[in-house]
């Protein structure tokens, strides 16, 4: 099984049960609550995979980095505390997935009821009804913007980890250096920022490469 997979049986649950009625759209929630639960222990599964495969990547990139590092240092990022990172990042991961059937059901509800106040204002419910038998694709859609935000999220709590181990007191902030890069991205490239001091950019707090749909990343900082 995959997200795509999970998101393509949210959306058949909702369409085999969909019948323009309230009564099928509180089936539709129930069953959706069963399914986030039936999913329980393979969400464990597929999250504790992801987080291991971003900690093998992350570990690779570390001693590339560290070649021309002591001895003493290499020692210390090997042996760098990142069980509980490494936790806390499997069980966000679980609420991620556990929630893409949670949030589908609250988005069916909120349709239903658009399209109960356009039958009474008169208007035809087809484009409500449409929408919700859309619902398969926006949750494969929302997974994977989940799954690109994650990935940089992970890679970033690890290199955190990783380099606090070592003494770094912060890194430089680098951007893809493209056309895409955000201006409040971009004007934050080659600045130094203090590990415990990530920037609001946009309203958002946090470091390169842990905000949404952000390509930025740490270009860690020590001395030996
Ligand atoms: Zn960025």
New binding site residues.
């Given amino acids: 099984m995959s997200l795509s997979k999970v998101a393509h049986e949210i959306g058949a649950i909702i369409n085999q049960r969909y019948d323009g009625t309230n009564d099928s759209v509180l089936e539709i929630q129930q069953a959706l609550a069963d399914y986030s639960a039936l999913i329980d222990s393979w969400a464990k599964r597929i999250a504790t995979k992801f987080v291991d495969t971003v900690s093998q990547d992350n570990a690779r990139l570390w001693q590339q980095t560290s070649r021309e590092m002591s001895k003493e240092l290499k020692q210390l990022i090997a042996q760098a505390p990142i069980g509980h990172v490494m936790q806390s990042l499997v069980h966000e991961q679980i609420k991620y997935i556990k929630s893409l059937p949670i949030e589908a059901a609250d988005r069916v509800y909120d349709i239903q009821n658009r399209a109960i106040e356009a039958v009474v204002n008169g208007e035809r419910p087809e484009h409500f009804t449409a929408m919700i038998a859309n619902s398969g694709n926006v949750t494969a859609s929302r997974a994977k913007m989940i799954a690109r935000t994650e990935l940089g999220r992970a890679t970033q709590a690890l290199t955190q980890a990783r380099a606090l181990a070592i003494g770094s007191t912060g890194y430089i902030w680098r951007?893809?250096n493209d056309g895409d890069?955000?201006h409040s991205?971009k004007k934050l490239e080659g600045q130094f920022i203090d590990w415990h001091n990530p920037p609001t950019l946009d309203g958002m707090t946090g470091h390169?490469?842990a905000?949404p749909n952000?390509?930025?990343y740490c270009e860690v900082s020590f001395s030996e």
Wanted: some cysteine; aromatic content about 0%.
């Fill in positions: 951007t893809a890069v955000r991205h390169a490469g905000l952000c390509r930025c």
